[in-house]
């Protein structure tokens, strides 16, 4: 069937882009400092890619279902090449704010761009409302595994390149390049997608706003509590974390590739184990109750004695951190029209870019400071939890139509 040769392109297209973004996560503060960027300058270059992210996925994806699905996600990945070749051309900081707010690069090592909520809204299309959370489950754990492969490959090559003889700088250009090539390859897959994957046409005359009609009020609810949860995340975003590591416990690129290469690999399994509990539980109380236990172990990580019990703590943070990712995606698609899927995931995935683009220039100031290094972690696990307590009584009464 046509529709399972399109679940298998996104599919790849999921795992080129996850691999990519984590080969470019673990190195890109690292390749700002080099290129002479202080960590203040670094947080808001971070913050600037990351509203400019915004800004630009914000009209993809809500004009996607009515100008084309294939065709946004063909535009998301030529603004993935243009990114990367100016971060490899130049070191001018104003060049690099400009490349970041108008291309697509992850600093976190996860989603960014308009790819995720059009291929949510396709793959919704593609499969019935009984086989979804699993299809979004396995669709986050193929990513999980290439982030974690991407950061292992892109932490390493840095790291031989560098002891081979080569200066930070240049391999942290090589990364850059692979990145870019990724970016080539997501055109050609996207280009192969058939008409399967585009929402079916709509004539009424419904009132829209941002793509969406009678799901507004629930979408724009959702959307403000997905962007409290993003403000939480971006406070320690995965490119922070590995500049925390350096400065606390001075480790290299490589080692910690490996670390988030574990990491991720642990992410991509929790993801999977959502797929029962949500049939057991629900969608919400399998989110909310798995993600509360994740934040008091981020809270933990700063205040272990050694750098053993802190990866431990990441470690067991990882292991249950994307069971509320599957879930939220499988949930949002599940309570809005077919026809505002792409809007909806647009909208709701706008409002947590939003929501983490001021955070991480707030970071900056704290890993600035030596003193402040923990800071960062306790906001970020207390606001997640407020989220947390908040999504649950907003939505528990909420239900999709599988629970019903």
Same mark, same amino acid.
């Given at each position: ?8 392109? %996104? ?10 973004y984590g080969f470019l996560s673990v190195v890109l503060a ?15 270059? %971070? ?51 400009? *490349? ?24 919704? +299309? ?16 193929? @990513? ?32 850059? *390049? ?24 709509? +004539? ?8 969406? +009609?009678? &799901? ?25 974390? *590995? ?9 290299? &690129?490589?080692v910690i590739g490996s670390i988030f290469f574990g990491a991720n690999i642990l992410a ?5 184990? *959502? ?15 798995? +993600? ?23 470690? %067991? ?12 995606? &499988? ?36 890993? @600035? ?11 970020? @696990? ?23």
């Amino acid at each position: 069937m046509r529709s399972n040769t399109d679940i298998r392109i %996104l599919f790849t297209t999921r795992i080129l882009r996850l691999f990519a973004y984590g080969f470019l996560s673990v190195v890109l503060a690292l390749y700002l400092a080099a290129a002479g960027l202080s960590e203040i300058q670094i947080g808001l270059l %971070l913050t600037f890619t990351l509203a400019g992210d915004a800004a630009i996925t914000l009209w993809l994806t809500t004009n996607a279902d009515r100008l084309g699905r294939r065709r946004m996600l063909i535009a998301g990945a030529t603004l993935m090449i243009v990114a990367g070749t100016v971060f490899i051309l130049t070191r001018n900081p104003i060049l690099l704010t400009l *490349a970041a707010i108008i291309g697509v690069l992850s600093p976190s090592g996860n989603e960014i761009g308009p790819f995720l909520s059009i291929e949510q809204a396709s793959l919704t +299309h593609l499969v019935p409302d009984a086989r979804r959370t699993q299809i979004f489950a396995w669709y986050n754990l193929v @990513g999980s595994f290439a982030t974690a492969t991407g950061a292992l490959a892109g932490g390493w090559l840095a790291h031989s390149l560098q002891v081979n003889g080569w200066t930070a700088l240049a391999s942290y250009r090589m990364v850059l *390049a692979g990145y870019i090539l990724v970016g080539l390859a997501l055109v050609v897959s996207f280009l192969v997608l058939s008409p399967a994957v585009e929402a079916a046409p709509n +004539h009424d005359n419904q009132k829209r706003t941002l793509g969406l +009609h009678r &799901s507004r009020g629930v979408v724009f609810k959702l959307s403000g509590l997905f962007a409290m949860d993003a403000f939480a995340g971006g406070l320690i975003v995965q490119s922070m974390f *590995a500049l925390w590591f350096s400065l606390r416990y001075g480790l290299d &690129s490589g080692v910690i590739g490996s670390i988030f290469f574990g990491a991720n690999i642990l992410a991509g399994i929790s993801a999977l184990l *959502a797929v029962p509990m949500a049939k057991r539980f629900g969608l919400i109380n399998t989110m909310v109750f798995t +993600h509360i236990p994740s934040s008091i172990f981020l809270i933990l990580m700063p205040l272990m004695l050694n750098l053993p019990l802190a990866i431990t703590m990441l470690l %067991l943070r990882f292991s249950i951190s994307q069971m509320d990712v599957p879930t939220r995606q &499988s949930y949002t698609m599940a309570v809005v029209a077919p026809d505002e899927r792409s809007a909806a995931s647009g909208v709701t995935s706008i409002a947590r870019s939003v929501g983490a683009a001021i955070s991480p220039s707030i970071s900056g100031i704290f890993l @600035g400071i030596p003193s402040l290094l923990s800071i960062p972690f306790f906001l970020c @696990g207390g606001i997640k939890i407020i989220y947390d307590l908040l999504l649950w009584r907003e939505f528990n009464k909420v239900k999709p139509p599988e629970e019903q």
